[in-house]
């Protein structure tokens, strides 16, 4: 068995970022597996060694830290453009000219049989002719998988099945950087990972994970999506809520110990003040008790 968290190092992690990183780990320790870390440092612009230091550095406070050497995104690009020309032989890969106001506004629109918000194919069908003027008015194409309509089932060892439309999903921006749901499956087939454990908010990608799974002929791991940590107001957690990073509470007094009591308290694995060390937290956690609702906090977590 093995499980990794992936963060993007745009920032420093959050309670629920650190949450979901948590049982991850907890999942990977309690079967005797391995538990890795990989920076998914695609955003070249806002990640950065320093955020990446930072991040490690929390996982490292509350017992975390990966049994290999962390993998980073930036460096594998040859990995995903060799997945890109897998797909692109197998004719499953076209040029997409549309502007991001033309795409939002395209996936405004309903589409059946397509997920909220899914990209509905305008420009599958364009001529070689209108590929060309578009280049001649300088407009750079990204390269979206053509998909045929499929429908895929998750088996979710959390969230039950879930089903899913895949759309026509970027591979690969047109600024030449490999898009998320293409570099993911190929990470996770390089690294063998056997269990993927991460937030719910991304479980309506996972349909379109497991089609590039299939077409790739790549292994397909378990998948687990955990429920969100949400605000008091019951928003998704920020950094307006406050203290919600290991660097705001220890501005306030609170240990590192202290909130790993806090977030397995979260998950009916200790009382929120009992002092606890991660090798005993594994020993208590089964992930079928997992909660399958969010976590809400309370003014007092903050």
Same mark, same amino acid.
């Given at each position: /068995?093995?499980?990794?968290?992936?963060?993007?190092?745009t920032?420093?992690?959050?309670?629920?970022n650190?949450?979901?990183?948590?049982?991850?780990?907890?999942?990977?320790r309690?079967? +005797?597996? &391995?538990?890795?870390?990989? /920076?998914?440092?695609l955003?070249?612009v806002?990640?950065?060694?320093?955020?990446?230091?930072?991040?490690l550095?929390?996982?490292?406070?509350?017992? /975390?830290?990966?049994?290999?050497?962390?993998?980073?995104q930036s460096?594998?690009f040859?990995?995903?453009r060799?997945?890109?020309?897998?797909?692109?032989?197998?004719?499953?890969?076209? &040029?997409?000219?549309? =502007?991001r106001?033309?795409?939002?506004?395209?996936?405004?629109?309903?589409?059946e049989?397509?997920?909220?918000?899914?990209?509905?194919?305008t420009?599958?069908?364009l001529?070689?002719?209108?590929?060309?003027?578009?280049r001649?008015?300088?407009r750079?194409?990204a390269?979206?998988?053509r998909?045929? +309509?499929?429908?895929?089932?998750?088996h979710?060892?959390?969230a039950?099945e879930?089903?899913? +439309?895949?759309?026509d999903?970027v591979?690969?921006?047109?600024?030449g950087?490999?898009?998320?749901?293409l570099a993911?499956?190929?990470?996770?087939?390089?690294q063998?990972? =056997?269990?993927?454990?991460?937030?719910d908010?991304?479980?309506?990608?996972?349909?379109?994970?497991?089609?590039?799974?299939?077409?790739?002929?790549l292994? &397909?791991?378990?998948?687990a999506?955990?429920?969100l940590?949400?605000?008091?107001?019951?928003?998704?957690?920020?950094?307006?809520?406050?203290?919600?990073?290991?660097?705001?509470?220890?501005?306030?007094?609170?240990?590192?110990a202290?909130?790993?009591?806090r977030?397995?308290?979260?998950?009916?694995?200790?009382?929120?003040?009992?002092?606890?060390?991660?090798?005993?937290?594994?020993?208590?956690?089964?992930?079928d008790?997992?909660?399958? =609702?969010?976590? =809400?906090l309370?003014?007092d977590?903050?």
């Amino acid at each position: /068995m093995r499980g990794r968290f992936a963060p993007s190092p745009t920032g420093a992690l959050h309670l629920g970022n650190l949450r979901t990183a948590l049982v991850s780990w907890l999942h990977a320790r309690s079967a +005797g597996g &391995e538990w890795l870390v990989r /920076m998914e440092d695609l955003d070249l612009v806002t990640a950065s060694p320093e955020h990446e230091a930072d991040q490690l550095a929390s996982l490292a406070a509350l017992g /975390m830290h990966s049994d290999l050497p962390v993998v980073r995104q930036s460096e594998r690009f040859d990995r995903y453009r060799d997945a890109v020309a897998v797909l692109r032989d197998m004719d499953r890969v076209y &040029e997409c000219f549309c =502007t991001r106001r033309e795409i939002r506004e395209a996936a405004h629109a309903p589409h059946e049989h397509l997920p909220d918000g899914a990209y509905p194919g305008t420009c599958r069908h364009l001529s070689e002719h209108r590929r060309a003027a578009l280049r001649a008015d300088g407009r750079r194409p990204a390269l979206r998988l053509r998909a045929d +309509g499929e429908r895929i089932t998750v088996h979710d060892l959390i969230a039950s099945e879930y089903e899913g +439309g895949v759309d026509d999903v970027v591979l690969q921006r047109n600024d030449g950087v490999p898009a998320y749901n293409l570099a993911v499956v190929v990470d996770d087939a390089a690294q063998g990972i =056997t269990h993927v454990v991460r937030g719910d908010d991304l479980l309506s990608s996972t349909p379109r994970q497991r089609l590039l799974q299939t077409l790739l002929g790549l292994p &397909e791991p378990a998948y687990a999506h955990v429920p969100l940590v949400l605000a008091p107001d019951g928003s998704r957690l920020a950094k307006r809520h406050g203290a919600v990073t290991l660097a705001d509470l220890a501005a306030r007094g609170v240990e590192p110990a202290q909130v790993l009591a806090r977030l397995a308290a979260s998950l009916q694995l200790c009382a929120p003040d009992e002092r606890v060390s991660p090798d005993e937290l594994a020993a208590r956690f089964d992930l079928d008790a997992v909660p399958r =609702t969010p976590w =809400t906090l309370t003014d007092d977590d903050l």
